[in-house]
């Protein structure tokens, strides 16, 4: 089992950046994906970003490449999400997600924490 929790969530106007923290619980092996994915009002949850555990192989979505990073906080055993140059489009709840392989669908999820970027 793994327990996900995220943080970092909160109100920016556009340009500015937040810091998204996904505290990381349980069993987790190298071949773990941790991914981060939101969810707009109206709209279909949408795939942001994604690595492995062990840190290597990081994938964005092409709406968020150059302005978006994820990484591992080893200390902390956290996935972080850096988001820079935000935009009003930015604006979602943004969940933390892992899955065992990228074979099988994520099946850990967090709470979500809500990002609102204002023009």
């Known amino acids: 089992q793994v327990q996900l929790v995220e943080s970092g969530g909160g109100l920016v106007q556009a340009g500015g950046s937040l810091r998204l923290s996904c505290a990381v619980s349980?069993?987790?092996?190298?071949?773990?994906?941790m991914g981060w994915f939101r969810q707009a009002p109206g709209k279909e949850r949408e795939f942001v970003a994604s690595?492995?555990?062990?840190?290597?192989?990081?994938t964005y979505a092409d709406s968020v490449q150059g302005r978006f990073t994820i990484s591992r906080d080893n200390a902390k055993n956290t996935v972080v999400l850096q988001m820079n140059n935000l935009k009003p489009e930015d604006t979602a709840v943004y969940y933390c997600?892992?899955?065992?392989?990228?074979?099988?669908?994520?099946?850990?999820w967090g709470q979500g924490t809500q990002v609102t970027v204002s023009s």
């Open positions: 997600a892992a899955r065992e392989a990228t074979t099988l669908p994520y099946n850990y």
């Open positions: 349980g069993r987790t092996f190298s071949t773990y994906i």
């Open positions: 690595m492995r555990w062990s840190g290597s192989i990081t």
